[in-house]
C-alpha cells in the first residue's frame, strides 16, 4: 500500500490550519487592539508548521523504508543477492549501536561473516530506522536516491526540493532552542508557507511514487538491475 495518501492527508490537514493562520493574518491589519499579543501568537503559529511538515515527511519516509524491508525480509532475500545498499543497511541495523557501546570488535567480525551466508533481516526496532533522522533536507533526499541507483529527477515546480533543506534547518534551530518560534514565524507569511507546502507535496509525492515502483520491481535485488 502506498504511503503518499497518508503523506497526503498530512499535508491537507497543514493546509487548513495555514488557511486559517493566513486568515488571521489579514484580521490582524485592520484590527490594533492586542495587536503585538496576537502578533506573536500568529508567528508562534506560523513557526509550528516546520514541524508538522517535517514530522509528516519523516513519518512517510519511516513507512516506506519499513514497507521495503519487510517485502526484502518476507521474500527470503539472501545477503549475496541482495543490493549493496541492503546489505550494508542489515549490518549497520545490527551493529551499529554495538560498536558506539563499545563491544569487541573481534567479537563483531565473528557475527557478521555468518550474516553473509543468510537472508537479510531486521529486528522490529530497526525495521522503520531512518538513515537521517532529524536530517532529512534536500540532500538526503537526493543522496538516498543516488544510493539506490534512481535515475529519478524533481518535478521543475518543486525547485529541486530546495525548500526541504529550508524545513530541515528551520526544525532543527527550533527542536534545539537556537530560535524562537516567534523569532522563525515573523519571517514568513503563511501565503509563503502555502507556496512553500505546495511545492514540498509536488517533490514528496513524485519522490516517493519513484521509491515505491524501485520496491515493487525488486530492485533491491542484484539481478534486477543486470
Given at each position: 500500500m502506498s504511503v503518499i495518501p497518508d503523506l497526503n492527508a498530512r499535508f491537507?490537514?497543514?493546509a487548513h490550519v495555514l488557511s486559517v493562520i493566513r486568515e488571521m493574518e489579514r484580521s490582524q491589519k485592520s484590527r490594533r487592539k492586542a495587536f503585538y499579543e496576537k502578533a506573536r501568537m500568529i508567528s508562534a503559529s506560523k513557526a509550528s508548521i516546520y514541524i508538522m511538515v517535517y514530522n509528516a515527511i519523516e513519518a512517510?519516509?519511516?513507512?516506506l523504508l519499513q514497507s521495503i524491508r519487510i517485502k526484502i525480509q518476507e521474500e527470503g532475500v539472501t545477503f549475496s543477492d541482495?543490493?549493496?545498499y541492503w546489505r550494508l543497511?542489515?549490518?549497520q541495523a545490527r551493529f551499529l549501536h554495538k560498536m558506539a557501546s563499545g563491544t569487541n570488535h573481534g567479537m563483531l567480525l565473528a557475527e557478521i561473516v555468518p550474516m553473509t551466508n543468510a537472508t537479510l533481516s531486521w529486528n522490529e526496532d530497526d525495521l522503520d530506522r531512518l538513515p537521517f533522522s532529524g536530517n532529512f533536507g534536500q540532500g538526503a533526499a537526493i543522496r538516498f536516491t543516488e544510493q539506490l541507483g534512481l535515475s529519478w529527477r524533481p518535478p521543475?515546480?518543486?525547485?529541486?526540493g530546495v525548500d526541504l533543506e529550508n524545513i530541515r534547518e528551520r526544525r532543527n534551530a527550533l527542536a534545539h532552542g537556537l530560535e524562537t518560534f516567534h523569532e522563525a514565524g515573523s519571517q514568513v507569511t503563511a501565503q509563503g508557507l502555502i507556496?512553500?507546502?505546495t511545492r514540498i507535496r509536488?517533490?514528496?509525492t513524485s519522490y516517493i511514487a519513484a521509491i515505491e515502483s524501485y520496491g515493487e520491481e525488486r530492485r533491491y535485488l542484484r539481478l534486477a538491475r543486470a
Open positions: 491537507d490537514d497543514i512517510a519516509m519511516r513507512h541482495a543490493e549493496e543497511d542489515a549490518i521543475h515546480d518543486a525547485l529541486g507556496e512553500v507546502l509536488n517533490f514528496m
